[in-house]
Nanobody, 115 residues
Framework: VQLVESGGGLVQPGGSLRLSCAAS????????MSWYRQAPGKERELVAA????????NYADSVKGRFTISRDNAKNKVYLQMNSLKREDTAVYYC?????????WGQGTQVTVSS
């Protein structure tokens, strides 16, 4: 199993970024996928999740209306479009799925929102 995030970087407040997660080693289309984030000194938190077919999504209250999670099962990828970024969105963002009670994580991608 491998999850590889990309797309992070430095962006000004109000800007946008699109994160990608490339998945391999499992039947991607069978599993819900999630994005989590962890800011310095804070616990890892769920940001957004999407069902296996992409028909349903849910978001943390702090990102509703600004972030959009989506997936492409043909490409084995899940995305996180982040708009209207705020300083408090600064964190390492992780791709995740759970299989048989075990959580799988990517290495994370750093998002820094700063002027």
């Amino acid at each position: 199993v491998q999850l590889v995030e990309s797309g992070g970087g430095l962006v000004q407040p109000g800007g946008s970024l699109r994160l990608s997660c490339a998945a391999s080693g499992f039947t991607f289309s069978s599993y819900a996928m999630s994005w989590y984030r962890q800011a310095p000194g804070k616990e890892r938190e769920l940001v957004a999740a999407v069902t296996s077919r992409g028909s349903s999504t849910n978001y943390a209250d702090s990102v509703k209306g600004r972030f959009t999670i989506s997936r492409d099962n043909a490409k084995n990828k899940v995305y996180l479009q982040m708009n209207s970024l705020k300083r408090e969105d600064t964190a390492v963002y992780y791709c995740n799925f759970r299989r048989w009670g075990i959580d799988y994580w990517g290495q994370g991608t750093q998002v820094t929102v700063s002027s």
